[in-house]
Structures are given as structure tokens and as C-alpha cells.
């Protein structure tokens, strides 16, 4: 019999916009460059901190055109180096990086303390594009509180292994239900294993909290609190439930998504992971696996401000009952161009439409053309998304206001 296991683990205004004119702060030391390169000479060095005037809300190649608040100087600083000054540093910061149809967030905390959910790409990657974008963000070396991979697709955990050998992370929490445990298949996947060999080499500095290893579960409400962030635990499962009578391996490695709820002053956060819900043909009302899980047990405080859309926006999650707790007022889609999948779908979108508006649906594909079964809203036609553009960030404010917006304005084609 699985065991069950404890572990320490309105809204006044919420504003959609891009970069705004205005007073930013420094949030990691950095070079303020004479043009929007890194090969331009230096014009000063900017502590944390430091108050800034943005001159445009524009980018050249990622970088900011600014001024330098105190001494008047004026140059060009990296986009993942500054923050809105009324948020602060006491605000949490959740970057949600474009890695094509993966998921990958990096959460800052007030004093600058960090947390991941998920470190995916594209499931056929190495996890080395992924990293490279990890790093732009949070520095090589530093230390994260936890790293939470909601369950073992490549696609959520391609760079997990760069990750844990990179940073200093101080848990793993992980489901552990891979493949070839399930059955599946007759090997583990290539970043399974890249996974397990990281977690072993670093065991002295990170524990690792492997759900499947213990036999166990989580079940609300297993909460634990960092710098005045409240994160919950709402589910996890080392294998799907027999009760839930899962079939289709898709279905069993997706239903044991770790779901983690954050909150922060009136302002809340939901990750799902890939959980699962219904399916395709199911009629409006079905809810099943792990949001019926969630429905049983979590019910009216699945209440959140922002959700992130189960399975990238696949039919196979987002069910209506499930939706009618969530009631959102904003949904991220990670996704991405990969045949067969399409995210996010227009039938699940459409039903997104029920509870929020579309400019508040942000998704890291803008622009994604993949015919008539992808959501239309953004569409370039014949566009390519590829990686990279399409950042997003969510500030949760200690003013109890909330700012979601994508880092790059403009919704280009970077099809190559």
C-alpha cells in the first residue's frame, strides 16, 4: 500500500502590458553597454538596486536603452537584468522561458531566492538550448530552493540534469514514473537517465525527493513557505492510481503531474504540469484522473489568478468542471511547432474564452501557424515559431498588484 508523505515544502488591480517607460531597478549586477551588444564597449557597471530610467520600451537584440537614474549616464543593459521599480525586490517574479513545446520556469523570490518548476525543451533535444536560457536568467552557480519536475517527459525535463549540475539546488522534488517503469517502453529516455546520473553525482548538496521510490504520493495540503511566498502541493503521484483504470501510457505519464499552487500577497499562481483531465470526445461535464484528484480534494481553493494550461492547451486537460474552480483571470500556454501536437487547440482555447478574455491568454508560440486545429489568435500565416521569442513574466507585486507581460513587444515571425 502506498505510503503517504509530508514533506516541508480581490486581486486590486492587475495591469496586461509590455516594457513600460518609466522607473526600472537593477535586479543582478551587470554592464551598461554603449549599444544594444555585448561586444560594446562598457559605459558602467550597475549594482543591484541601481534606479533606472527605460528611454524606450523597445529592445535591440534583447537589450534596454536606459538611464542610469542617479549619475545620468546612458546605455544599453540586458533584458533579464531589470525589473519595473514598483515591483521591487520584495516581489516575485515568474519567468516563463520560450522553450518551443516544453515548459520551463524560473520563480524568483524576495531576497533574491530562487525555485524551478520543470527544465524542459523539445523531448528529441539535449537540454543544452534550454540551459543556455536558464542561465540569461539565473546565474550559473546559484543556489535554488527547491526544483519541482512535475513529471518525466522530455519535455519538462530535458535540461533538469544541466540544471542540477549548474545550480545549487537544495531539493528535488520529482515523480520519478518513467517509461520503462510504466511499461511502455523497454528503456528509460536518454534525459531520464541524464537525470538520475545528475541526482546521484550531486547527492551531497542536493536532496532528491523521488515519489515513486518512496511508493508514495502527495496530497494537499503539503505547504511550505520561503520569503513570505506560500507554495502548496496540491498532487503528485509516484505511479497513476489504480482507481483511475488509465490505459494509455500518454495518459498514465501525464495523470502523475506534480500540481503546485504559489501564492503571494492576494495573488496566486497554479502549475499543472501535463495533468490530465478528459478526453477528446468526453462531453463537457466529464472531469477525470488527476483534476478530478484535484476536485475531490483541493475544490474551491484551486481558485487561482493565473493558471498555467495543462498539457501545453491539449484537449486532454482544462475539463469544465476542472476550469469552473481554477476561474482564472489570466492562462499561460507553453508551447510550441511540433507536428501532431498543435498547441495549443482551438477547442480547448474556445472553452478557455468562457472564463477569461483572449488578450489574457499568453502563450510562447505567438504567431504559430499549424492549420485549423491550432488556436488562430496571434496567427502569422505560414509562420515557423521557434524558440526564444516569446518569454513571459508575471510580477506578483507586494502591493498586491499583478503585471503579466511578454519581454519582447512585438509578435514577430522567427521563423529560420
Known amino acids: 500500500m502506498s505510503r503517504l508523505i509530508s514533506f516541508c515544502m480581490a486581486l486590486l488591480l492587475a495591469i496586461v502590458c509590455t516594457a513600460q517607460e518609466g522607473n526600472w531597478v537593477v535586479t543582478r549586477s551587470s554592464i551598461l553597454h554603449s549599444t544594444g551588444s555585448s561586444s560594446s564597449p562598457a559605459v558602467a557597471n550597475v549594482g543591484v538596486g541601481t534606479r533606472l530610467q527605460l528611454l524606450s520600451s523597445a529592445m535591440s537584440n534583447n537589450y534596454y536603452h536606459v538611464q542610469v537614474t542617479e549619475t545620468g549616464a546612458t546605455g544599453w543593459i540586458y533584458k533579464n537584468r531589470i525589473a519595473q521599480a514598483e515591483t521591487g525586490l520584495d516581489s516575485v517574479s515568474v519567468r516563463v522561458i520560450d522553450v518551443d ?54 519535455d519538462h525535463i530535458v535540461a533538469a540534469s544541466q540544471a542540477i549540475r549548474g545550480y545549487d539546488i537544495k531539493q528535488v522534488i520529482w515523480g520519478g514514473y518513467d517509461r520503462k517503469i510504466d511499461g511502455s517502453s523497454a528503456t528509460e529516455t536518454r534525459a531520464f537517465k541524464k537525470l538520475k546520473e545528475a541526482l546521484d553525482d550531486k547527492s551531497g548538496v542536493t536532496e532528491s525527493i523521488n515519489l515513486n521510490e518512496r511508493d508514495s504520493m502527495i496530497t494537499p495540503w503539503n505547504d511550505m513557505q520561503i520569503s513570505g511566498v506560500h507554495f502548496r502541493f496540491l498532487c503528485g503521484f509516484g505511479k497513476p ?36 483531465g478528459r478526453r477528446k470526445d468526453n462531453p463537457e461535464t466529464t472531469c477525470i484522473a488527476t483534476e478530478a484528484f484535484l476536485l475531490d480534494n483541493v475544490g ?117
Open 241 to 276: 492510481p489504480a482507481q483511475w483504470h488509465l490505459t494509455d501510457p500518454a495518459e498514465r505519464l501525464n495523470g502523475v503531474s506534480i500540481v503546485m499552487k504559489m501564492e503571494y500577497n492576494g495573488n496566486s499562481v497554479l502549475f499543472t504540469g501535463d495533468a490530465l
Open 300 to 416: 474551491d481553493d484551486l481558485k487561482s489568478t493565473v493558471m498555467f494550461s495543462p498539457h501545453h492547451g491539449a484537449e486532454n486537460g482544462s475539463s469544465r468542471p476542472f476550469m469552473d474552480k481554477v476561474r482564472p483571470e489570466y492562462i499561460i500556454i507553453p508551447a510550441g511547432h511540433v507536428a501532431n501536437f498543435l498547441h495549443p487547440r482551438k477547442t480547448t482555447c474556445e472553452r478557455y474564452l468562457d472564463y477569461v478574455a483572449a488578450d489574457h491568454i499568453f502563450r510562447t508560440d505567438r504567431g504559430d501557424d499549424q492549420g485549423p486545429k491550432e488556436w488562430d489568435y496571434q496567427r502569422i500565416a505560414g509562420c515557423r515559431d521557434r524558440a526564444g521569442d516569446d518569454d513571459i513574466q508575471v510580477d506578483l507585486r507586494s502591493d498586491k498588484k499583478l503585471h503579466i507581460y511578454y519581454l519582447n513587444q512585438a509578435n514577430t515571425c522567427n521563423d529560420d
Open 101 to 154: 513545446n516544453g515548459l520551463c520556469v524560473i520563480i524568483r523570490l524576495p531576497e533574491n531566492k530562487y525555485v524551478i518548476y520543470d527544465a524542459g525543451g523539445l523531448n528529441n533535444a539535449d537540454g543544452s538550448e534550454t540551459w543556455e536560457q536558464m542561465k540569461a536568467f539565473l546565474p550559473e552557480g546559484a543556489t535554488v530552493e527547491f526544483m519541482v519536475l512535475s513529471h518525466m517527459d522530455g
